[in-house]
């Protein structure tokens, strides 16, 4: 049986600000992100399961992703928590904003590592992820490919 890539694609609104930056991003700002996931794996064989033919059902990696990036991240602002940042976090969320403080700088590049990490918790064991894009703007984006992260 063949590997098959299946890629099923998201996007969120999110806000953040990168400490210590010396240009514009250490502002508190935003973006439209686009992420795009691909996995890979083989078509279920056995004809008596309902989603014989599929890698994955679409269904169920949106799932996935939903629970685990985009109803985390979409509308909320990330904040590395190492830094002095987590003042300016605990103002907004006394005033019910909604704050992710995490213990990296929120970059593209460390994002989509921890959405690898978090997406590859969840997949079934016979699906493997592939690789994830994650585009800040129309011509910015950040990829990461399980071949370029083998262990």
């Known amino acids: ?9 998201f996007s969120f609104e999110t806000g953040h600000a990168l400490y210590g930056y010396d240009g514009k991003c250490k502002n508190v700002h935003g ?6 996931v691909t996995v890979i794996g083989q078509p279920i064989a056995d004809t008596s399961n309902v989603k014989f033919g599929m890698v994955i059902d679409f269904g169920d990696l949106k799932k996935i992703v939903k629970e685990e990036i985009v109803d985390v991240f ?3 602002t990330v904040f590395n928590k190492n830094t002095p940042h987590i ?3 605990k103002e907004l969320e006394d005033r ?5 403080l995490v213990e990296y700088q929120p970059t593209s590049e460390m994002m989509v590592i921890d959405f690898a990490k978090k997406i590859q918790i ?16 129309d011509s910015s984006y950040a990829e990461w490919f399980a071949s370029d992260n083998k262990q």
Request: charged fraction near 20%; aromatic fraction near 2%; avoid cysteine.
């Open 96 to 100: 019910g904003h909604n704050v992710l």
């Open 87 to 89: 003042e300016l976090a």
């Open 31 to 36: 973006h439209s992100y686009k992420l795009s």
């Open 122 to 137: 969840r997949l079934p064991q016979n699906i493997q992820l592939h690789s994830l894009k994650l585009q800040e703007t």
């Open 74 to 76: 979409d509308h909320a």
């Open 1 to 9: 049986m063949s590997n098959i890539r299946i890629t099923k694609q």
